[in-house]
């Protein structure tokens, strides 16, 4: 049996060059929102980037170190639970992140010291921070990987690992800034969420994917472990060439749908794609079915 020669061609380092340099954009926005308006302010947004303000302020550790070293168990745990190749996405993002925070912090001087100024424009710049990293396919890790840790290990959808990682850092920030500032890191953590949401092109936290394919299979098993998402695989026939296709009905976050679409494309660049806003889903992996 001969096996394939793996090709690469120029179109693929492109896209590997444009998605490290938006992973890089977005890192270095996200280090400015940390050190013009975050870090200076005592304004803990909730996950890793949270607790790396609770330790720059009570030890003196810098932040950048901080997100590394929290992240480090993380990703070895990811490497068992999730794969390498979704440990590899975030360790990117993360790494750039730490090391534009570092970088930019002795040349960024507080833009304010306005609380409520802090938090909306400190909103504003890390949720476009963070949603170009999301938008190149990779992520900071923290919370993120955290929570697709859990929903693995644990039956905890990733969106309430998400809600739960930030709100247990949020009532930390009570006991230790102030229910004041925790406030405004609260209000800071809505604005960023609502800010990638917008970048992300869709304001839904969870989206619809229907894939007509020739490759199912593939792609199945490809959702199933890249992604923990489960998949409803349909029969289905051409209506003008009568030929037989597979469709698959995934349902994702929104974090995940750039890399369902780069799945999709190097399994079967031919298939047809519709993917929607989800406004509600219950069910396994998502919050539960209640009567009203």
Known sequence: MRLKKLQITKADVKIVLIDVLGILAGSVILAVGMNMFMVPNMLAPGGV??????????????????????????????????????VIQSVLGTFLFSLAVEITAPLLPPATDDLLLAAVYGGLVMGIGVGLVFR?????????????????????????????????????????FGSEAAMYAALALFISIKVIDAILEGLGLSKSAIIITSSGAEI????????????????????????????????????????????????DPQAFVIIGNATEVHGEGFQRMQQH
Request: aromatic share 10%; charged share 15%; with cysteine.
């Open 220 to 267: 199945n098993e490809r959702l199933l472990y890249e992604l923990g998402r489960g998949v409803t695989r349909i029969e289905g026939q051409g209506g003008y060439t009568g030929e037989g296709r597979e469709v698959l009905l995934c349902v994702i976050t929104r974090q995940q749908t750039a890399r369902l679409k780069s799945i999709i494309y190097e399994v």
């Open 136 to 176: 190149y396919r990779s992520s900071t890790g923290g919370t993120a990987l955290l929570s697709l840790i859990l929903a693995r290990t644990a039956g905890i959808s990733p969106g309430q690992a998400l809600l739960w990682g930030d709100l247990v850092v949020l009532i930390m920030a009570v006991f230790i």
């Open 49 to 86: 980037s949270g607790l790396s303000v609770f330790f720059y302020h009570i030890l003196g550790i810098p932040v950048g170190l901080t997100i590394i070293v929290l992240n480090v168990p993380l990703f070895i745990i990811g490497y068992f639970v999730l794969g390498a190749r979704v």
